[in-house]
Nanobody, 125 residues
Framework: VQLQASGGGLVQAGGSLRLSCAASGVSIRSYYLGWFRQAPGKEREFVAVIRWSSGSTYYADFAEGRFTIAKDNAKNTVYLQMSSLKPEDTAVYSC???????????????????WGQGTLVTVSS
């Protein structure tokens, strides 16, 4: 599966931004698709993931209540709507997919076998 991320940019603190990740190549019906981020000098961290077949969503603690992950079945696209952005949300955001994920592993990037390119989100104070 190929993943194409877009939507990053510069936004002021308190603002909103929506990231998109378009999937192509194979049926993603059985996939989990999600987002990770990596800030300068930090390790990659889990943001959110959605199970395509059921629509079940899972979030990192920092994302709960501020970020929303959603999917568009017709467009094979997953979105990350981010609101109330903070300077500490500044990072490169990457979409990732897995067809073999288990629930206990959703936060571990090593369990995702497909990655899109990153998109930079910069939140100014």
């Amino acid at each position: 599966v190929q993943l194409q991320a877009s939507g990053g940019g510069l936004v002021q603190a308190g603002g909103s931004l929506r990231l998109s990740c378009a999937a192509s190549g194979v049926s993603i019906r059985s996939y989990y698709l999600g987002w990770f981020r990596q800030a300068p000098g930090k390790e990659r961290e889990f943001v959110a993931v959605i199970r395509w077949s059921s629509g079940s969503t899972y979030y990192a603690d920092f994302a709960e209540g501020r970020f929303t992950i959603a999917k568009d079945n017709a467009k094979n696209t997953v979105y990350l709507q981010m609101s109330s952005l903070k300077p500490e949300d500044t990072a490169v955001y990457s979409c990732a997919g897995s067809s073999t994920l288990i629930l206990s592993s959703i936060r571990n990037p090593r369990h995702y076998n497909y990655w899109g390119q990153g998109t930079l989100v910069t939140v100014s104070s």
